[in-house]
């Protein structure tokens, strides 16, 4: 006999695959609008630096509440509100290019949702063509919405991937991410050499032989 806890399981089962990665975010989080957000958060902030004894009364501090508030909502936390995902700019495939279209070295600045500290580095993406071409600079868009939002690499990676291949639509993406977190430099173990790698291939990137040609391209 199959108990309530199994027709929960199967249930979850059927869910779509994308929405185990998507950030952790409440249902009312767009509720609020931004200059609501920012004003609370100044109001916590200065609490905050309060708490650690600074001097709010000094020129160099007193407007850092707001700065910091509109820090969060505006730039680096910005990629939490789906009203700034970008909009893919698709192109026929008229020159028939059937290889994998590769852009290296775009920039990550994202931010570890464990301790609200940077995390930068270089992510590499490909995509095999179905039919449409993205323009370039969207590829750079896609990486920077899903980095602005607290995050943790792994998730990152894959919802790159995803974004790519909901925009493209086509299973053949890869992206590989080498980033260096400043939770291990700047705290803990204070460790400012190493970074952390994460990879992602879905489609014909799962073949040995394209994976390996991807790695041969970005220098890997």
């Known amino acids: 006999m199959i108990n309530n806890n199994t027709i929960e399981n199967l249930l979850k089962a059927q869910e779509p695959f994308s929405s185990a990665f998507d950030t952790p975010i409440r249902d009312d989080a767009f509720e609020m609008d931004d200059e609501t957000k920012m004003e609370l958060i100044a109001k916590h902030f200065t609490g905050i630096m309060q708490v650690l ?3 709010l009364d000094d020129d160099s501090l007193k407007d850092t509440p707001k700065r910091v508030a509109k820090m969060y909502v505006k730039e680096i936390f910005s990629g939490l509100n789906p009203a700034n995902k970008p909009v893919p700019t698709l192109f026929k495939n008229q020159f028939q290019y059937k290889q994998m ?8 600045y994202s931010n570890c949702e464990h301790h609200f500290v940077p995390i930068t580095g270089k992510a590499h993406v490909a995509y095999i063509s179905n039919g449409q071409v993205i323009g370039l600079s969207k590829l750079n868009r896609i990486v920077q919405y899903c980095s602005q939002r607290p995050q943790v690499q792994e998730r990152l ?3 790159i991937a995803n974004m790519l291949k909901e925009a493209l639509g086509t299973e053949d993406v890869a992206v590989i991410i080498d ?4 939770c291990v430099s700047s705290r803990g173990i204070r460790d400012t050499g ?3 790698l994460t990879a992602e291939y879905s489609g014909q990137f799962l073949n040995a032989e394209t994976k390996n040609e991807f790695l041969k391209y970005i220098g890997s």
Not at 101 to 108: D, Q, T, Y
């Open 53 to 55: 004894g600074l001097d």
């Open 101 to 108: 279209l590769v852009e290296r070295n775009i920039a990550v």
């Open 179 to 182: 980033a260096h977190h400043h």
């Open 194 to 196: 190493s970074t952390t």
């Open 157 to 159: 990676t894959i919802q």
